[in-house]
């Protein structure tokens, strides 16, 4: 908005769009605390039910905000657009999930999950047809735009549910996803290709660290489906606009181990009737409380530790 008066002062803006993001989610979450679905714990994750009775869906609160504040802060453009009504959407299916009494079936989710991500793909692939490529160190592999497409579709499903999966722990999902949202935009400044997205990641960031005040250990209150789905779909269009969708490998590495671990699991024993994974118990973070006796607050800093180690050596090698 303050673009429109002539105001040429990018680091003023993302300044002010922090504070107006952080402030406005902790005055939402404090104004619509009490009108959120309450949680009724969940019977086959580690620790499942000390989550009952909390406040679930959060997540509609601060995507709305961040939502808002981008729309306030950064100048618009029908892609921006694009992903605004998108992200909004994969929150929106994520809370009708939250708030349900008869949970959502997995089919069911991963249909319009699956329908958002073919739709953000398409919005990427006609703003961005210069990249349409993967690169692979030593040259890029141009690829059709109907290739390109259906890989992006799919990579974008893999994000929404790797993070949804990795939201198990007060304060895990937010944390990780703050670590991965940094070094993506650090490393595509370090690329040339960070100027679109560093103002959107910061309020990304604003938005999740507001929520995180409500949601660190002992928590009052629960992201749920409509924050992790939006979140998910957010650190792939970021990954996307970076320029090279391998980054994802690196810069989002634990949440993506994290959840599609468990995917994989579950997957190869229901359709390939194979049992794998016999003594790893997933989602991952569970498998560390459980098997390894770490303890919550270990889980979350020893693995944003590892993931911020391996996104600072991802980073190096990109700027060497």
Request: glycine content about 8%; charged content about 15%.
């Amino acid at each position: 908005m303050l673009q429109f008066l002539g105001l040429e002062m990018p680091m003023l803006l993302m300044a002010l769009s922090a504070v107006f993001t952080f402030g406005a989610v902790i005055l939402a979450l404090k104004l619509f605390k009490n009108k959120l679905p309450v949680d009724g714990g969940r019977d086959f994750a580690f620790n499942g039910k000390l989550s009952k009775g909390k406040q679930r869906g959060a997540g509609i609160v601060f995507i709305c905000v961040f939502i808002l504040s981008s729309l306030i802060f950064i100048k618009p453009s029908i892609e921006l657009g694009m992903y605004y009504v998108l992200i909004f959407l994969g929150m929106l299916s994520g809370y009708l999930d939250d708030a349900s009494k008869v949970p959502w079936g997995e089919y069911k989710k991963g249909a319009i999950d699956l329908a958002i991500c073919l739709l953000t793909s398409g919005a990427f692939v006609w703003k961005n047809p210069d990249l349409l490529s993967v690169n692979l160190g030593f040259f890029d592999l141009k690829l059709h735009w109907a290739v390109f497409l259906a890989v992006s579709t799919v990579f974008l499903w893999m994000m929404i549910n790797a993070t949804n999966c990795s939201d198990g722990i007060d304060g895990f999902c937010g944390s990780l996803s703050v670590n991965s949202i940094i070094f993506i935009i650090l490393t595509a400044v370090a690329l040339g290709t960070g100027e679109e997205i560093k103002s959107l990641g910061a309020i990304m960031i604003f938005a999740i660290i507001a929520y995180l005040w409500y949601n660190a250990e002992p928590s009052t209150m629960m992201m749920g489906d409509a924050g992790s789905r939006a979140i998910g779909l957010f650190l792939g269009i970021l990954v996307l606009k970076s320029g090279n969708i391998l980054f994802a490998i690196p810069l989002c590495f634990i949440l993506l181990l994290d959840g599609l671990i468990g995917i994989f699991k579950v997957s190869v024993t229901r359709f390939l009737k194979i049992k794998v994974l016999k003594n790893i118990r997933t989602p991952l973070h569970d498998h560390f409380r459980k098997n390894k006796n770490w303890s919550n607050t270990q889980t979350i800093y020893r693995l944003n530790i590892i993931q911020a180690l391996i996104s600072f050596v991802t980073l190096m090698l990109v700027k060497m």
